[in-house]
């Protein structure tokens, strides 16, 4: 029996070595990911350098403000199209005029029936001349291109809102 005594303690700290590589790798990958992938945005001329200030305020995932600047809402018709919704059919198109309320209660504007959307779940209105998106304070959150919002954020064209299973795009005519 002592034979095996030797064989067992190097597999324990063979073991204990891999478990610690393992750990050592995650956190590294986490690291890496909480400074920046190193995607270049389009036109702020900076590439994942983790600095705030090198992306402009208005950029969302797709698109970067000096690209593809926010809809100018002078003289056009902003509207959210249904990409997926229950209860809705695809393509259906909702104009957006004024302040418009989207959740599963009977005040909002875009009535959705999915079990993951608040009563007021968020709202899309006017500031000067573009169109800003913001959650109401909902459990699951709003998503602008796969992003949770954080804040009242400018919605771009080709824009999608996501709100539980419900998904928009947001176009300008």
Same mark, same amino acid.
């Given at each position: 029996m002592n034979n /095996?005594? $030797? *064989?067992? *303690?190097?597999?324990?700290?063979?073991?204990?070595a891999v478990l610690y590589l393992f750990l050592l790798w995650v956190s590294r990958s986490a690291l890496r990911d909480l400074r920046g992938s190193? *995607?270049? *945005? $389009?036109g702020s001329g900076h590439a994942g350098t983790g600095d705030p200030a090198a992306v402009p305020a208005d950029a969302t995932g797709l698109?970067?403000?000096? &690209?593809?600047g926010p809809a100018d809402l002078i003289g056009r018709a902003p509207r959210l199209v249904v990409e997926r919704a229950p209860g809705h059919d695809s393509g259906m198109i909702y104009d957006l005029g004024g302040d418009v309320v989207l959740g599963r209660g009977d005040t909002a504007e875009i009535r959705l029936n999915d079990p993951f959307a608040s009563s007021r779940h968020a709202r899309v209105y006017e500031q000067g001349r573009i169109l800003v998106i913001e959650d109401l304070g909902s459990t699951n959150g &709003?998503?602008?291109?796969?992003e /949770?919002?954080?804040?009242p954020r400018p919605l771009h064209p080709g824009d999608r809102v996501r709100i539980g299973d419900s998904e928009f795009a947001f176009e300008v005519d």
């Open positions: /095996l005594e $030797p *064989v067992s *303690v190097m597999l324990k700290f063979g073991f204990l190193g *995607v270049q *945005v $389009p698109h970067s403000a000096s &690209t593809f &709003t998503y602008l291109n796969e /949770l919002l954080d804040g």
